[in-house]
Nanobody, 111 residues
């Protein structure tokens, strides 16, 4: 059974950092991504890894995706967090599969 379990979210102040983790079980995927969904907005892809990494302009230079193949875990290092980064963060394959969504981890950036 394929399962993605996200962790590492929390409440931080603007400018601070967080590292999210996504433990993958059941299979190893070549292309993985971190997605986020802010209140009232559509879910969006914020980081991709698989041969190369890619980020939208909104997080480029602040977020870094990485993976530990031995642990089958994908990470998202988030620096210089802004209030607009507040969202529930999920990992999934790219393109995302509906049946792979986990519960996500909530990141709240607020002073």
């Amino acid at each position: 059974q394929v399962q993605f379990v996200e962790s590492g979210g929390g409440l931080v102040q603007p400018g601070e950092s967080l590292r999210l983790s996504c433990a993958v079980s059941g299979i190893i995927f070549e292309v993985m991504g971190w997605y986020r969904q802010a209140p009232g907005k559509q879910r969006e892809l914020v980081a991709r890894i698989g041969g190369y990494t890619n980020y939208p302009d909104s997080v480029k230079g602040r977020f870094t995706i990485s993976r530990d193949v031995a642990k089958n875990t994908v990470y998202l290092q988030m620096n210089s967090l802004k209030s607009e980064d507040t969202a529930v963060y999920y990992c999934n394959v790219v393109p995302a599969r509906t049946d792979y969504w986990g519960k996500g981890t909530l990141v709240t950036v607020s002073s």
